[in-house]
């Protein structure tokens, strides 16, 4: 009899500690707020060349900035489908006579992100941006009000000097400045975690830099994207910022498959592709390091989102009904799409179906960056 009551207390311990261990991890899990994966977009930037002016040029940026920021794309890259602005790196001279397009789409977009009470640090007046200011601006959660309570807020480090050992101070859009927790050099854009205030009387607040990632992979916040020039199509993958590259790639095309049909897997990195004009094969006809002719090898996935298309190409008719399709959770999402160029209009209707299969396809993703 005591053997069996040995027993059944080992048995009852054993259940026990199995309960503990399971509410710890729980725990854990509710504990880790942060998103781990990340969403990329790609399209070249030719597709401003449609439009038919340059107010029309801008409102385009504009309404790919703002299709980004509602689907928390981390990511931005324009491709040169053509291969003629090869230059990526250095100074950017802008639209000119010639009409650089990728150079004006990627500086309208970075202008956009950027929170309004940075933009005069970091954008001094320029032709690209002529019309950009009237833009809607993107409201995303790291652009802050100025008495909004917020943990992170994006901050230019201020040429004002500090006593040694103390820290740079920011201006990080509040009424009081922020004295960081390090020496950096003026001008540089940074991502401030604010610590609470201890006396709020204080002249300044007080906080600690982190990395610009730090906001989503730590609090789970959307926290704008960044902005990627790429020589031509192939660029796009290679110069990938990511050191594990993109783990899940989609192309996307009236004559790829059909988006009912597929289920997205888990990723890492996902990157969607929209083509101009002419659809994604211009851009690996004109690229020397590509030898296929056909796009749909570069993808692990060539979706066609518009499946039951019955014009050669989606009109803003056309479009609203894609939005308006069942399945997609952010139906409507893209109603001022109408008087976007066709390009865009494209590319939002495609942009809408993949958004709710990608949020689907990555619920299983969890685990650090
Ligand atoms: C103006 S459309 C290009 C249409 C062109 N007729 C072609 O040959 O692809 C520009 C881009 O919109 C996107 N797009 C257009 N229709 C699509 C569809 N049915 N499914 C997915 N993406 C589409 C693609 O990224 C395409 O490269």
């Known amino acids: 009899e005591l053997k069996l009551l040995k027993k059944l207390e080992k048995q009852r311990m054993g259940e026990l500690a199995e309960k503990q261990a399971e509410q710890a991890r729980e725990e854990e899990q509710k504990e880790d707020r942060g998103r781990h994966h990340t969403l990329s977009v790609a399209l070249p930037g030719s597709i401003l060349n449609n439009a038919q002016s340059p107010e029309l040029r801008t409102y385009l940026a504009g309404q790919i900035a703002r299709a980004c920021a509602i689907f928390c794309?981390?990511?931005?890259?324009?491709?040169?489908?053509?291969?003629?602005?090869?230059?990526?790196?250095?100074?950017?001279?802008g639209i000119g006579k010639k009409g650089k397009a990728c150079v004006q789409l990627a500086r309208i977009l970075q202008y956009l992100e950027c929170p309004q009470y940075l933009r005069k640090s970091f954008f001094p007046k320029h032709g690209d941006l002529q019309f950009a200011g009237l833009l809607?601006?993107?409201?995303?959660?790291?652009?802050?009000?100025?008495?909004?309570?917020?943990?992170?807020?994006?901050?230019?480090?201020?040429?004002?000097?500090?006593?040694?050992?103390?820290?740079?101070?920011?201006?990080?859009g509040m009424r009081k400045e922020v004295q960081i927790d390090r020496q950096l050099q003026p001008g540089l854009r940074v991502t401030v975690r604010l610590q609470e205030p201890q006396n709020p009387e204080a002249k300044v607040r007080k906080g600690i830099v982190v990395s610009s990632h730090h906001p989503r992979t730590v609090s789970g916040l959307y926290w704008g994207?960044?902005?990627?020039?790429?020589?031509?199509?192939?660029?796009?993958?290679?110069?990938?910022?990511?050191?594990?590259?993109?783990?899940?790639?989609?192309?996307?095309?009236e004559r790829g498959s059909s988006v009912d049909q597929?289920?997205?897997?888990?990723?890492?990195?996902?990157?969607?592709?929209?083509?101009?004009?002419?659809?994604?094969?211009?851009?690996?006809?004109?690229?020397a390091n590509l030898d296929v002719t056909d796009p749909s090898l570069l993808f692990d996935f060539y979706l066609n989102t518009c499946p039951s298309q019955g014009s050669r190409t989606i009109r803003t008719e056309v479009g609203q009904v894609c939005l308006a399709s069942p399945g997609t959770s952010t139906s409507g999402a893209f109603h001022t799409c109408s008087i976007q160029p066709r390009a865009g209009l494209c590319l939002a209707a495609a942009w809408d179906k993949l958004s709710s299969k990608l949020s689907l396809g990555n619920s299983a993703v969890s685990g650090g960056e």
């Open 73 to 93: 794309v981390d990511e931005i890259v324009v491709f040169d489908e053509y291969g003629e602005d090869t230059n990526v790196e250095g100074e950017f001279e």
């Open 136 to 172: 809607n601006p993107l409201d995303s959660p790291h652009h802050m009000r100025m008495d909004e309570d917020s943990e992170y807020r994006e901050g230019v480090v201020l040429d004002r000097p500090s006593k040694p050992g103390k820290g740079s101070f920011v201006n990080c």
């Open 225 to 253: 994207y960044s902005v990627r020039l790429a020589s031509c199509l192939s660029a796009v993958f290679s110069e990938c910022p990511f050191k594990e590259g993109y783990d899940l790639s989609i192309g996307t095309s």
């Open 262 to 287: 597929v289920t997205l897997p888990s990723f890492r990195h996902a990157l969607v592709v929209f083509g101009g004009l002419q659809g994604l094969e211009a851009g690996v006809d004109a690229d």
